[in-house]
């Protein structure tokens, strides 16, 4: 069978080893044949706050050390304080200042990438202010990307997680208001297959600007290794092919039942994934 994409592509992630060392995934993430990182910023594997960010150069020895390379940064930004649409003042600004040092990790640690979203409003709240909330955040974090030489990716979420950009309309709204070549798009899978999208159609709207991925299986919801979802992987991987995505699939694996051997998960997903390189 002829190949798809190339072994880099291919970004292994560390959410679902929460418990667990970053040593440890970065170790299995070497031993499983995986090239390409995206790093989840988040405690306890990496502190970063609004204040300050632990040293990155232990990070990057570690990375460069196992022949890794980081392709993107995502500062937790779901189940944390820290938001693009924080609802009071203080807690913009704490947000603002957390993203910001997010944007300086990304930098040091030489990721051309850094991911977000368009975060949340109240549910009992006004939908536009929320939206101006998260359009001016955005806005401002794109003109820090661009001094620091970072490209902000931004994916869609799901109704349960925000009631701003969970469609591929709703992006396309955010992605012309904020309008900086510093601001592109990364599709989540599962986000998209909760919409009822498809990969095609978000390369119709935003073609070039898709830089990244959040690439896993889903039935639509979960966040799950190949084989464990309903979704045609393969006919995925062949959409891309079609439209010249030379970008990267973070490994985004979130559901709870890979916390305890996320490491036979990530063989699973690498097994499938074997059938697919060129």
Same mark, same amino acid.
């Given at each position: 069978?002829?190949?798809?994409?190339?072994?880099?592509?291919?970004?292994?992630?560390?959410?679902?080893?929460?418990?667990?060392?970053?040593?440890?995934?970065?170790?299995?993430?070497?031993?499983?044949?995986?090239?390409?990182?995206?790093?989840?910023?988040?405690?306890?594997?990496?502190?970063?706050?609004?204040?300050?960010?632990?040293?990155?150069?232990?990070?990057?020895?570690?990375?460069?050390?196992?022949?890794?390379?980081?392709?993107?940064?995502?500062?937790?930004?779901?189940?944390?304080?820290?938001?693009?649409?924080?609802?009071?003042?203080?807690?913009?600004?704490?947000?603002?200042?957390?993203?910001?040092?997010?944007?300086?990790?990304?930098?040091?640690?030489?990721?051309?990438?850094?991911?977000?979203?368009?975060?949340? #409003? =109240?549910?009992?709240?006004?939908?536009? %202010?929320?939206?101006?909330?998260?359009?001016?955040?955005?806005? *401002?974090? !794109? +003109? &820090?990307?661009?001094?620091?030489?970072?490209?902000?990716?931004?994916?869609?979420?799901?109704?349960?997680?925000?009631?701003?950009?969970?469609?591929?309309?709703?992006?396309?709204?955010?992605?012309?208001?904020?309008?900086?070549?510093?601001?592109?798009?990364?599709?989540?899978?599962?986000?998209?297959?909760?919409?009822?999208?498809?990969?095609?159609?978000?390369?119709?709207?935003?073609?070039?600007?898709?830089?990244?991925?959040?690439?896993?299986?889903?039935?639509?919801?979960?966040?799950?290794?190949?084989?464990?979802?309903?979704?045609?992987?393969?006919?995925?991987?062949?959409?891309?092919?079609?439209? #010249? =995505?030379?970008?990267?699939?973070?490994? %985004?694996?979130?559901?709870?039942?890979?916390?305890?051997?996320? *490491?036979? !998960? +990530? &063989?699973?997903?690498?097994?499938?994934?074997?059938?697919?390189?060129?």
């Amino acid at each position: 069978m002829a190949g798809y994409i190339r072994r880099d592509q291919v970004a292994g992630m560390n959410i679902h080893y929460l418990y667990y060392s970053l040593d440890y995934f970065l170790d299995t993430q070497a031993e499983l044949g995986f090239e390409s990182i995206e790093l989840w910023g988040a405690a306890p594997h990496f502190y970063l706050s609004p204040e300050g960010y632990e040293d990155v150069a232990p990070v990057a020895k570690k990375l460069a050390d196992r022949g890794l390379t980081i392709r993107c940064f995502t500062p937790e930004n779901c189940t944390y304080q820290y938001q693009f649409a924080a609802q009071t003042p203080l807690l913009f600004e704490k947000s603002f200042q957390y993203f910001s040092n997010g944007l300086e990790v990304a930098a040091e640690l030489g990721s051309p990438l850094m991911q977000c979203n368009s975060g949340w #409003g =109240y549910w009992n709240g006004d939908r536009e %202010e929320a939206w101006k909330r998260s359009s001016e955040m955005l806005s *401002r974090l !794109a +003109d &820090r990307a661009g001094e620091l030489g970072v490209t902000m990716v931004m994916e869609s979420l799901r109704p349960q997680e925000s009631q701003l950009v969970t469609t591929l309309a709703d992006a396309k709204r955010m992605f012309d208001e904020v309008n900086h070549p510093n601001f592109k798009i990364l599709i989540d899978t599962v986000a998209m297959s909760v919409a009822g999208e498809t990969i095609q159609d978000w390369f119709d709207v935003f073609g070039s600007d898709v830089r990244h991925m959040h690439f896993v299986d889903c039935n639509p919801y979960g966040h799950l290794v190949w084989g464990d979802g309903n979704r045609d992987l393969e006919a995925w991987c062949q959409v891309l092919v079609d439209n #010249g =995505y030379e970008g990267f699939l973070g490994q %985004e694996i979130t559901d709870g039942k890979y916390y305890d051997d996320p *490491r036979e !998960a +990530d &063989r699973q997903n690498m097994e499938h994934y074997q059938r697919v390189f060129v």
